[in-house]
């Protein structure tokens, strides 16, 4: 198999948008191959081609952020100025604060004195900002409320949202977003949380019992290890806590479900490179194995030319044969640039073509490396064009 012979098909962008029965596009991907531009860029063209769309953003960008009017981290979806609402459509956009939702979700699942004290807890504040899988436990949690809300009012307009577009966070391991609500509620559920539990179930209403050292065995070695404010934080978070772990589970199953919904999109992002293909690969396979609605790959930064007729081979020749001379040595410079331009591209396309060959069945839009960052609505509507380019 040659790599030109592997045309992957075109992923149909604009249907995908049109769709009235698209209500959620999750932007999925390794950490920088432009998750949140191709969130936003989808976002603003499905509003300016009539849709009611929110965007859900994880950490933008400085500049991007101002230029979606996006300054506050409020966790209140804005409308976004400057968009085309002449096809009848609006554009929100709100920025994901991590600790400002979880408060949320305690605020809304715990009565008003439960709710503070375990806000006021240190070991809470330390979970909520630090615990692994928070941040895409999280956003989960806010598209769940943005989808409550969609169908009750919305933003900007009178008419509710009819589309949620989200950024997903920079994940290490790759989809933690997915496994983030099961491993919350299994570190809840865990081994060490019931240990510190068992005496304090064992002894009735008495957890302050625990605190007092009246209780022995694995609570005093951990008091001793831990030290007893530790341990008390501890305690009292879960205790708290504890009357929400039914919550929990049921909301992490919601939206479970809702993300495997036929109404729900996952775009795969990734940049030319192996490393992000083989996360990218992982992705896919990881979507179909747990039947999540995979629409297709978003290969961004692809390098391109004005001239690909002219091989790397012939410019660089051209080039030395020019700098030889003495002469020309801005026309040699560009013929340099060319010819390194159109090698990055073949080696590109040589890894992206192994991505191709092994997902067949996955459609691709190809999106052109800027020579800057995208960080205007001008810039969003060009990268929206590409993505939905025919070509
Ligand atoms: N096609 C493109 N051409 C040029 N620059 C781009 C392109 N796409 C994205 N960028 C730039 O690359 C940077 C990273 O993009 P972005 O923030 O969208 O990535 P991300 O996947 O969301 O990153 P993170 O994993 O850190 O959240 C930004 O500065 C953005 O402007
Ligand atoms: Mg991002």
């Given amino acids: 198999m040659t790599a030109a012979a592997l045309e992957p098909p075109l992923l149909d962008v604009d249907s995908l948008l049109d769709d009235m029965s698209t209500s959620i596009i999750v932007c999925c991907g390794s950490g920088g191959v432009g998750k949140t531009t191709t969130a936003a860029a989808l976002a603003l063209r499905a509003a300016e081609r009539g849709r009611r769309v929110v965007v859900l953003t994880i950490d933008p960008a400085r500049r991007l952020a101002q ?8 966790n209140t979806p804005r409308p976004v100025e400057g968009i085309d609402e002449s096809a009848g459509g609006s554009l929100d956009a709100m920025m994901l604060d991590m600790k400002r939702t979880f408060d949320e979700v305690v605020e809304a699942h715990a009565s008003p004195d439960r709710a503070a004290q375990i806000l006021a807890n240190p070991f809470y504040q330390a ?25 009750v ?3 900007s307009g009178e008419q509710p949202w009819d589309l949620i577009v989200v950024d997903t966070p ?13 491993r919350l509620s299994s570190f809840l559920d865990g081994r060490f949380i019931r240990l510190l539990m ?28 831990l030290g007893a404010q530790v341990l008390q934080d501890v305690q009292t978070f879960v ?8 919550g929990f589970r049921e909301r992490a199953e919601a939206t479970y479900s809702m993300l495997a919904d036929a109404g729900t999109s996952f775009l795969v992002v990734a ?25 297709g790959l978003v290969l961004n930064r692809v390098a391109t030319t004005a001239v690909p007729t002219l091989s790397a081979e012939r410019a660089l020749a051209a080039a030395e044969d020019l700098e030889e001379d003495g002469a020309h040595e801005v026309t040699a410079g560009l013929l340099r640039l060319h010819g390194a331009r159109m090698q990055r591209r ?11 060959a092994a997902h067949p069945r996955v459609p691709v839009a190809q999106v052109p490396a800027r020579p800057g960052d995208v960080h205007d609505l001008d810039g969003l509507r060009s990268v929206g064009e590409d993505l939905a380019a025919r070509a």
């Avoid at 230029?67 to 981290?73: Q, R, S």
């Avoid at 205790?239 to 039914?246: Q, Y």
């Fill in 239 to 246: 205790a708290a806590m504890d009357t929400m772990f039914g």
């Fill in 67 to 74: 230029a979606m009017g996006l300054e506050a981290l409020d």
């Fill in 153 to 155: 009012h919305g933003g």
């Fill in 170 to 182: 920079p994940s290490r391991s790759a989809l933690d977003f997915l496994d983030a609500p099961r």
């Fill in 346 to 356: 073949a080696r590109e396309q040589s890894v992206a073509s192994r991505f191709f």
């Fill in 271 to 295: 940049a030319p490179d192996p490393d992000s293909l083989r996360e990218a690969s992982y992705f896919v396979e990881r979507l179909s194995a747990e039947d999540m609605p995979l629409e």
């Fill in 198 to 225: 068992a005496p304090a179930k064992a002894s009735g209403r008495a957890y302050m019992k625990v605190f007092t050292g009246a209780v022995g065995g694995v609570t005093s070695v951990m008091t001793r290890l």
């Fill in 127 to 151: 979970v909520s900002t630090s615990f692994s899988g928070t941040s895409e436990y999280m956003a989960m949690e806010k598209l769940g409320q943005l989808r409550a809300q969609a169908s």
